[in-house]
């Protein structure tokens, strides 16, 4: 008989991960838990990690960071298994995708360093709370993400161009919808633009690099937030021999109320 | 014939103190700017810094960190000489305070990474502004600092314990100043405690660990701030071989308004 998901709390849901019952996207699971994106290094890379999401904190705002080798966090999940507790995961080498796999333990080197980064889902549960809607929610779709002129701070062998998620916002909500979100700057903080996608570099709204497409209706401003994949970009473009990532949407689900990522 | 000092812009002060023109404290100099602490160390040492930083924020908000080598920084000041643009250096070799300088040029290593620490300074000017009153710039002394009993999220070599810095507050203004100061954390944000020292380890609020005592007045709660000497302390614990700090007081102004701390 299938478990309610819905009704677990955070390590339940874990632990059906682990052993392989749940596969799937974790969107609308555990709500009001906040949810993480994985980028996994080998440790000769970490620092200059570290250092490009100090100079880039809207864009990749690091919720923890593991010792070298450990599967453990302490403060967002301690009981988690970060090679296990993750429905999907993608592994690249050399910059490129490799495989997807349902967990990387056999994977498991004694020099990884897992940066667990914040993630919009925080966000987007308060603004559908102040009844803005959430487009990419309503269609059931991914969020729409492109990449911009915009260029990060660089770091060491990391570098690129800011990627943003779309979200488009009536009129008369969207400036309530940055003001929302600038409360929460360890989930991305404030939009970094909303109008002209062409100021920052956008050529076609109707074609995201990656994502879905989503309607946007008259009286409606697309809003553009700094995104996650921001990292995993600067990560691809500096083509470590290895590199471990979620599967898009697939995510670690913490022990932390989003509540407590605005104090 | 003596310039006023407090005219100047955050460039042309930098350029004062670099002429030797200026090596006294930098307090009230720059009305509107943010001040930083300075923390040197060789590369090897630096993963472990940011990590300890990424762990602790509150105590530890990191505003900026050079390039391995550089003396140069990009986003905070720059024009700004790291070597020779603070009035007053402290050097310390083997995790002892070795001497003071008034510039560390000649000190300077290859190797060599700075981390530009946010300063409470740039909170007490929206507490002066509201009228809640900071007792040791009334009293003309350095902030009163307490080592505390609250552990500090070790990361690699560096671990210790939270130091506070501690504003006596009339009661009626106390959660006031709590909620001015955490809007703003990149300078340390709201207290970690307020009221009865003894709880996070205190014993004589009149013998603090670093710094002056300042006045109690009847009917005022002492508030305790994260400090930026937390990881001056975790620092020295680790015993690097070299480590160059600000001496205290003699900050490094940078050209970022306060104001733009908080958003």
Redesign the interface.
Known sequence: MPVDLSKLAPPQLRLAIRRGDFTGPTCGLCPGYAQANLVVLPQRY??DF??FA??NPAACP?L??SDAGARRL??IAPEADIARDIPRYRVYRDGVFAEERLDVADLWQRDFVSFLIGCSFSFEMDLLEAGIPVRQIEEGKNVPMYITNIPC?PAGVFAGAMVVSMRPIPRELAIKAACIT?AM?RVHG?PVHMGTPEQIGIVDIAKPDFGDAVTIRSGEVPVFWPCGVTPQVAVMLAKPDVCLTHAPGHMLVTDVKNINLK?
Request: hydrophobic share 55%; glycine share 0%.
């Open positions: 970490a620092y570290l250092l100090q100079r690091v923890e960071v302490s403060a701070a600038a700057p404030a104090y």
